[in-house]
């Protein structure tokens, strides 16, 4: 059984100098310029006590690099759609706080789901065993209950300083107290996650692919990224069954990718958004239904139903600038076979239909995180974004437009 001593004395002077740890190293999915260029981290960095007189927000791209300057902060909050990236950050988090030998008696691991709400503080509140500071990772915080929630945020007010609090959470809204609580406050840091699109997945999966010893051909990397859409943790095990697939010595084609990625549930969702921004309500509802039964995650499914929403936003917009088709596609890094279809979809919808669109995914979000019925919602979503498309429509700079197909839900 291991010894807890309790940080109850609070006027103990603090041992807040952070030997930032030489063992960072590169972690598969962190999203920064030094990882996707393949390069290591520099080595250990001294810094004095943190000096964070006002609230800290950060970016996923600047969080490596500020890991590995220092100083650490005394809570950090790691919330978004991306939770690929977002747990790799956490990683690195560890990795900045801790030395391997270190990690046995001043680290810990809590889930919001089923949280032991005692336990998690007087992890939180002991003094480290051989550490400078002990790490704390809170894993699912948005499936705190709400007493869970209280005691977190109590905490807060007060964070113990000789431990560095790392809570992972998926997407939080602007309402949500947490996120507040973690932008207000002035010794914590709260990074966003957005899902990677164009080009910044497409230099996620060249390093993925180069850390398992494979290289692809362009374009399969760009039917990846097509494929791929999504939480990167999900890609990564798309990929990994990619590389088993091609075994090693052999470059990655397009036929490879046709191949392996094809019958997976990322491509029926694919599917799924091809059918539904081309305006086939019938032809959707019939992949969702599969989906759905094979066990595929709404959430899931929503994260990449947004991704293609978003790539149709930008074309529209492109297009709307005077942008020529061809160039759109290359800005966009469309994937060849599906230049076509994606031009088309861009034709079909109009700016304010595609903000209404992505009002409906928000919506759809907020009733599955709310404990509507998973199947209806997705039902209603799809009907919904179906109805939005229009097949006779010229989109921008047509010179006539169709009249709205009218979706059968409220």
Same mark, same amino acid.
């Given at each position: ?46 810094h004095h006590t943190p000096d964070l007189d006002h609230p800290m927000k ?25 939770? $690929? ?62 007493? $869970?929630?209280?005691?977190?945020l109590r905490y807060l007010k007060s964070p113990a300083s000789g431990a ?33 699109? $164009? ?172 404990? $509507? ?38």
């Open positions: 059984m291991r010894r807890t001593i309790l940080a109850s004395d609070r006027q103990r002077p603090a041992r807040l100098g952070e030997a930032v740890q030489s063992n960072i190293q590169e972690v598969g999915g962190v999203h920064s310029d030094a990882f996707r260029a393949g390069k290591g981290y520099a080595g250990p960095s001294i950060l970016t996923s791209r600047e969080l490596p690099s500020r890991l590995q300057q220092g100083p650490l902060p005394e809570a950090m909050l790691l919330y978004g759609q991306e939770q $690929g990236v977002a747990a790799s950050h956490a990683l690195l988090a560890r990795r900045a706080v801790l030395s391997a030998e270190d990690e046995e008696m001043d680290f810990e691991t809590h889930h919001g789901a089923d949280l032991d709400v005692g336990r998690f503080l007087s992890g939180c509140n002991a003094f480290p065993f051989f550490a400078k500071r002990r790490c704390v990772l809170l894993k699912d915080a948005d499936q705190l209950t709400a007493p $869970g929630r209280e005691s977190l560095v609090l790392v809570v992972l959470a998926g997407a939080l809204d602007a309402r949500s107290p947490l996120r507040k609580a973690f932008e207000a406050h002035k010794s914590a840091w709260c990074i966003p996650y957005y899902p990677l699109e $164009g080009r910044e997945l497409i230099g996620w999966i060249h390093v993925a692919l180069r850390e398992r010893g494979h290289a692809a051909d362009d374009e399969a990397i760009r039917l990846l990224a097509e494929r791929l859409e999504g939480d990167a943790r999900n890609a990564a095990s798309e990929i990994e069954k990619l590389t088993l697939y091609v075994g090693t010595g052999r470059r990655i084609t397009v036929e490879d990718v046709l191949e392996s990625v094809g019958g997976s549930g990322s491509q029926n969702a694919f599917a799924l958004t091809s059918a539904l921004f081309s305006g086939r309500a019938g032809q959707a509802l019939t992949i969702l239904d599969g989906l759905l039964e094979a066990g595929e995650e709404p959430l899931a499914l929503l994260a990449i139903l947004l991704q293609r929403l978003r790539r149709l936003i930008q074309g529209v917009a492109l297009l709307e600038k005077g942008e020529t088709p061809e160039a759109v596609i290359a800005s966009l890094q469309v994937f060849w076979k599906e230049k076509g279809e994606f031009i088309a979809q861009t034709r079909q919808f109009s700016a304010r239909r595609l903000a209404n669109a992505l009002l409906r995914c928000q919506e759809a979000d907020r009733d599955l995180k709310s404990g $509507g019925e998973p199947r209806r919602v997705m039902e209603r979503l799809v009907m919904g974004l179906a109805g939005s498309a229009n097949p006779a429509s010229g989109g921008p700079g047509a010179r006539t437009a169709a009249a709205p197909r009218r979706s059968p839900w409220p």
